[in-house]
């Protein structure tokens, strides 16, 4: 399936088995902003708990905390959002649109890609079997030409952007002739910086209000209980404190479903260390949390993982882990060294000390810090999409599966009498009883087996436990799985330990203590 249409099918599924709804869709939705329905609900609770479980049950030295969404005004001005948390922005004077300039330059440089795919298809049509792919990408004077324009317009915007250079990137979109989508003109204003926190106010009495936001993201509500949290906990260096929680971001170009919204939640971790050994523990953190993603068995070849080259002004080493998204490779987590820049920034903004005391050297200092930053929604749609599957089965028939990591699955367990009598519904009630209290099952009596079945592929359930008239005399279940579907007859009571071994949390986990 092309990769555009993976997406628009996703969205659809998401819709069609309550995993994700337009928000507010009575009222015909608000831009960029999605509920998780009832099965959704399950799947972003499972990634959570992935994520919660791995930093701090397999750390000992990691504790989680939960911060409120609004902190003192001057948080953000110490932490650097304030000046400059901002989007390029540009707009038409003729349709009065208004686009992010960089990403309209992204989409420039895009359309040439697309023109070298032009290129390539018409060779090989002109060549056939004979046809060199990377030769002639190498020596095609056509794609040579796009190549190196694209070049130059890369450089000339990274250096348009790292300079904050608006004036010139203006001219780039003016020099290249970018047409607005709706009105076709050129007719662009001035870029100009736009900060893309929420702000709000507070405080009811007129003129005691004062203007608060809504946090752009987790970690800085982890530095300013850098103390409490090290004092409270008796926790030594090196050590760690977790946030999962929601951040917001008034994104201009918000779009291709829940990966750019301008409510998500964030899975941050900050660990602190002893200045010197930051890049050793980034390390640590690189090769600890490429573990972590590649164990949900989602392919190796779905990530990529990319060096920052360019490093924002308080970071000494940074790269991205990249997924392979329906929209291509972006990115779903960031590792980055941020030096002591944060805590500093607090330490001068609060005029409070927030130093970490060594009792082996007698010495104070300010620890240094290695962040990891996970999109919790885009963890989500990057297990849907590698998830998502459609099957041709070899009676000619078709089926949709969603072949989500077991201990991940809404539901881990299906539970199906094969008929409305003769007693199989109490044994399969009793069967659930059994089950419950570990595991989220769901029961389901209507509808033939097969169409049964089907239902359970289609939101992702990996084992279906079907209970027919053998069960009554041998205590014994056929249990179906959802990726093979091979079916094996299993006695009742060896169920907890078959559940255990293939969808239980220490089945996940277990790879990673
Ligand atoms: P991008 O370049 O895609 O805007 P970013 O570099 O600004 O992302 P960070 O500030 O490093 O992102 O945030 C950490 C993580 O939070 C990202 O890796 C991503 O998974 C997630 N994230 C950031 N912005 C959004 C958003 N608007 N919607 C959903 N998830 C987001």
Redesign the pocket.
Known sequence: MEQKDLLKEIISHCKEYGYVFPSSEIYDGLAATYDYGQLGAELKNNIKTYWWKAMTQLNSNIVGIDSAIFMHPTTWKASGHVDAFNDPLIDNKDSKKRYRADVLLEEYLEKQTQKIQKEVEKGEKRFGDSFDKTQFIATNPNVLRIKEKQTQVQERMKTALNESNLEDLRQLIIDLEIVCPISGSKNWTEVRQFNLMFSTSLGSVAGESSTIYLRP?TAQGIFVNFLNVQKSGRMKIPFGIAQIGKAF?N?IV?RQFI???RE?E?MEMQFFVKPGEELTWYEHWKEARKKWHLNLGLGEKNYRFHDHIKLAHYANAACDIEFNFPMGF?????IHSRTDFDLKQHELHSGKKLQYFDPSTNESYVPFVIET???L??MFLSVLSASYTEEKLEDGSERTVLKIPAALAPYKIAVLPLIKKDGLPEKAQEIMRMLHLDYTIQYDEKDSIGKRYRRQDAIGTPFAITVDHETLESNTVTIRNRDTMTQERIAIESLPAFLNTHCSWSSLLGALA
């Open positions: 993201e971001r994104e918000a990966f750019r919204m998500f964030q972006k990115e779903l987590e960031g930053s996970v999109g929604d885009r």
